[in-house]
């Protein structure tokens, strides 16, 4: 008989499922209104420029495009975060099939503006034509050194940044640096 019968260990406490339900359904509430309460990302317009074009894709996917399905609203979503060429890029598209101009358009921004041999040129050439930095001018000391991070940070993605690895190119941007440097 003893065999049959359920001891109060073995059988589960209904209790204690409701009250860690609870506890669930509480720590979910609290997490949403965490996320509710958070500032709002935003997403910088795409004015062309080379150098911000990474960024500005990056933000583009992650907060439109992972958040809608709608290829229509992405397309729409692209125009309102670009301006000047970029935008007239886009409105190109904006008369085809919504899933087709929302492709067309994203890639006529990379092919323009997002291009690897275009960026490089861009840091490259920011960098070749940074002005000499005096001796007493530390702020320009350390924008210089703050854009140089920046050029070593998208080096990481980015295969022809290593141009800024070539002797000739780093003995011109160390000729910005005070003379004592």
Not at 105 to 129: C, D, M, P, Q, R
Not at 142 to 168: F, H, T, V, W
Request: net charge negative.
């Amino acid at each position: 008989m003893e065999a049959n019968s359920t001891t109060s260990h073995d059988a589960p406490n209904t209790g204690d499922l409701t009250t860690r339900g609870q506890r669930d359904i509480a720590d979910l509430i609290i997490m949403q209104q965490k996320l509710a309460l958070r500032p709002a990302r935003e997403i910088a317009v795409f004015n062309g420029e080379p150098l911000t074009y990474q960024s500005f894709i990056r933000a583009f996917e992650c907060l439109v495009e992972d958040k809608t399905s709608s290829s229509q609203d992405r397309l729409y979503f692209l125009e309102q975060y670009t301006s000047d060429q970029p935008r007239d890029l886009v409105r190109s598209c904006l008369n085809m099939d919504a899933r087709q101009g929302y492709a067309e358009a994203k890639w006529l921004l990379k092919i323009f503006f997002g291009n690897e041999v275009k960026v490089t040129n861009a840091y490259l050439e920011k960098a070749l034509s940074w002005t000499a930095i005096k001796a007493d001018d530390g702020k320009a000391l350390q924008a210089y050194a703050l854009y140089l991070r920046g050029c070593y940070n998208a080096m990481q993605d980015l295969e022809y940044l290593k141009e800024l690895d070539i002797p000739s190119n780093l003995r011109l941007m160390t000729s910005k640096l005070p003379y004592k440097l």
